[in-house]
């Protein structure tokens, strides 16, 4: 588990105390049904308190959520008449990333009259410790935080597509359970709060883990703040800790913006990220090997795989016996051929020799048959180069130059990802910017990452938008130099070579680009 950073002071160990001012341990409430036992935190955007408290009736410990205020105040009251109706509505609901609601309390239905309370929502009590407990010491490994957080996410998913909000956005409200899993403890969505609030939450949850800072307004004093950048965006947590997996890294920024502007709408979509860097965890041996079960114990599996070494033993040998097989034949088939040759040498009268020439040029002479122009006027140097970049972070932005700096042994590296463009985003490329607007034949790129599919594009600025930005070429790259034909109508002083899909490499998927020649066209 990492240490916090020097400039950042953790958060206190257990929760606070309650407000001088509010409810205290030992008090009644509910007409005496409910003891209070201790303080679990607050949110004080519907000014709500949360309690672990003792069901005097049938002797077990209960989550309340205390939603406070003057039950004279008429706008207050019909505010928190919306969240007990949210409430009510969700007991019926069942998923062991959400306390069960046990009881919905209101004035005059469990409440008495002069009591400072407009509403308490009665769940089932989560054993466990707190979130802000749990990273007390430090953020979390990107693994233990996909695992931690995918039963929420698994619950938020499946709430909304039973038309109901959970209210996951405020930190105080999440505990973790025994098993290692964060868990609703105290539901109950605010009156105003939407579906998107909830995958907010997860964003903002994810964000804590990964960071130790909280990224949504609202949340527990005494708690790090997130940073903001310059365009008022959340930083990446990726930028404060470069250990971060981009995909996790991006999809935590991504859950935080609005879909105005690209964020996103679904717990489907972080359920995927969460699954993959589990998936990858698994695959690289992250986690600790389980031991060998006895053979009358079978564990999430209807067969017990068994190993047969005698079939093994054979399988080997046949692929073996394969191989020979294949090497000879090939080696038969080329000593026909070469024999072909040197008969076709020595005897004159055997037949006309072999000519292989190559395809003529099209009528109008303009084009070869690949399409490209064959007008060129030579290389093009670059004034400069940069990372173009539309979603979440850069990849590599110190690095963009060695892609023009004649040594083929250098490369612009993108970053590594679980997923293919476009599941995070659209792509990621280079900027070239010449002196002066430059109409171009060719793109010849120097890659070793084979698969990976470009686009060559015009920009009219220095930072548009990729939609304003005009495709004039594309290919897929094979390991080595591939000749990319441009049609430009008209010259441009920006050309960016975008990749839309990435080599995979193993799990994941990466391209690197070692040098970039631009070669102008009369």
């Given at each position: ?21 509010a ?25 709500a ?5 003792r ?28 969240t007990?109706?949210r ?15 046990l ?54 998913e ?15 409200r ?7 899993q964060?868990?609703l ?25 990964l ?9 527990p ?20 800790h ?8 991006t ?9 105005s ?55 080997a ?69 940069s ?18 700096d ?25 900027m ?5 607007p ?28 990729l ?18 034909p ?37």
């Amino acid at each position: 588990m990492s240490s916090w950073p020097t400039e950042m002071a953790p958060p206190g160990r257990g929760t606070a105390g309650p407000p001088s001012h509010a409810l205290l341990p030992g008090g009644m409430v509910g007409q005496g049904r409910y003891r209070l036992l201790s303080y679990a935190g607050a949110d004080a955007r519907c000014n709500a308190q949360l309690w672990r408290a003792r069901d005097g009736q049938l002797g077990r410990d209960v989550a309340l959520t205390l939603l406070l205020g003057n039950q004279t105040d008429a706008r207050a009251a019909a505010r928190v008449r919306r969240t007990v109706e949210r409430a009510m509505h969700g007991a019926s609901y069942a998923h062991p990333g959400v306390a069960r609601i046990l009881d919905v309390l209101s004035p005059g239905n469990g409440i008495a009259p002069q009591e400072q309370i407009l509403g308490i929502v009665v769940a089932e009590w989560t054993n466990g410790t707190d979130l802000i407990d749990l990273i007390a010491d430090g953020p979390l490994p990107a693994a233990t935080a996909s695992r931690l957080l995918e039963p929420l996410a698994a619950a938020v998913e499946g709430a909304h597509h039973a038309g109901l909000v959970l209210g996951t956005e405020h930190p105080q409200r999440i505990r973790v359970t025994p098993e290692g899993q964060l868990r609703l403890a105290f539901p109950g969505p605010r009156a105003e709060a939407a579906s998107r609030d909830d995958v907010k939450g997860l964003g903002a949850i994810l964000y804590l883990l990964l960071t130790g800072r909280w990224a949504l307004p609202g949340g527990p004093e005494g708690l790090p703040v997130a940073p903001v950048g310059p365009n008022g965006s959340v930083v990446a947590p990726r930028s404060l800790h470069p250990m971060v997996p981009h995909s996790l890294s991006t999809v935590a920024v991504r859950s935080l913006e609005d879909t105005s502007v690209g964020g996103i709408r679904t717990g489907a979509a972080i359920l995927q990220v969460l699954d993959e860097i589990a998936e990858a965890e698994a695959e690289t041996g992250l986690i600790p090997a389980v031991a060998e079960e006895p053979e009358d114990d079978v564990v999430w599996t209807t067969q017990r795989p068994v190993k047969d070494s005698k079939r093994s033993r054979k399988l080997a040998i046949g692929v073996t016996a394969l191989a020979v097989a294949t090497l000879l034949v090939l080696g038969w088939i080329a000593m026909q051929v070469v024999g072909f040759f040197n008969e076709n040498n020595t005897k004159g009268d055997s037949g006309p020799p072999l000519v292989i020439s190559q395809v003529a040029p099209t009528s109008d002479n303009k084009q070869s048959a690949n399409n490209a122009p064959t007008q060129t006027t030579g290389p093009v140097k670059p004034a400069s180069i940069s990372v173009f970049n539309v979603a979440s972070d850069p990849d590599s932005p110190k690095n963009g130059g060695l892609a023009i700096d004649g040594d083929p042994n250098t490369s612009w590296r993108t970053d590594k990802y679980l997923s293919n463009f476009p599941a995070l985003k659209p792509g990621i490329g280079l900027m070239a910017s010449f002196g002066q607007p430059v109409k171009l034949a060719q793109v010849v790129i120097t890659s070793p990452s084979a698969g990976t599919k470009i686009e060559i594009r015009t920009a009219p600025s220095d930072n548009p938008q990729l939609q304003q930005t005009l495709v004039v070429g594309s290919a897929t790259l094979a390991a080595g130099d591939t000749t990319i034909p441009v049609k430009m109508t008209s010259p441009s002083q920006r050309v960016i070579v975008w990749i839309t899909s990435m080599s995979p490499s193993g799990k994941l998927f990466a391209s690197q680009l070692s040098e970039l020649k631009f070669i102008g066209a009369r």
